[in-house]
């Protein structure tokens, strides 16, 4: 088993039992309880799995680009399984519009348990989604001031960007995911929808 299928098989679950608002009761209970998971655990795995990537791979910029494929696939599987989850008993969306705002509602809050602060459209396929606070860079600082930080920050968007992919993919929506950060804790994703 490769270290992508291994690291997806170890991360669907994760953010599955996260939203989970019910489990099996245990024998001694009656009644479902609710799954509790250490938020800090999904940090320190995204960490390590862009570390990983890292060091799996030279330094050459192909290698770079095979790292940012490596990161933005295994988002674009767990993408997919969440939104297969978490839409299996709900009506099929009507538009782009409406499975972009599931996206930024409801998929954001169960990942990062907020939703995204701003979305805006040009109408014409494009969205551009904007998290003030983004979970995964709050704790993030280096000593080189911010255009270090978000340099060095800027992998750990990767994963994200394949996870609105993936998950845009499994509700019939084909995109393309690109995201930037200047100033942390703040990143944009724009989505580009590919015509028909």
Excluded at 46 to 68: K, P, W, Y
Excluded at 123 to 128: A, E, I, K, L, Q
Aim: hydrophobic share 40%; glycine share 4%; with cysteine.
């Amino acid at each position: 088993m490769s270290v992508l299928q291994t690291a997806s098989s170890a991360i669907s679950p994760f953010f599955s039992s996260l939203a989970s608002a019910e489990e099996p009761p245990p024998n001694n209970q009656s009644g479902p309880r609710p799954t509790l998971v250490n938020e800090a655990c999904i940090e320190f795995l995204i960490t390590e799995m862009v570390d990983l990537m890292f060091r799996t791979t030279a330094d050459s910029e192909n290698d770079r680009e095979a790292v940012f494929y490596k990161l933005e696939l295994l988002g674009y599987h767990v993408g997919q399984s969440l939104v297969e989850r978490f839409t299996r008993d709900r009506q099929r969306f009507v538009d782009t519009l409406d499975v972009v705002k599931f996206i930024c509602k409801e998929l954001w809050t169960i990942v990062f348990k907020k939703q995204i602060d701003n979305l805006k459209t040009n109408h014409r396929g494009v969205y551009v989604l904007q998290d003030n606070n983004f979970r995964w860079f709050i704790r993030m600082s280096t000593e080189g001031g911010s255009s270090d930080a978000a340099r060095k920050a800027a992998p750990y968007l990767w994963f994200p960007c394949g996870l609105i992919r993936g998950a845009l993919a499994n509700l019939g929506v084909v995109s393309v995911v690109i995201a930037e950060t200047s100033n942390l804790p703040q990143c944009t994703f724009q989505i580009k929808i590919a015509k028909s």
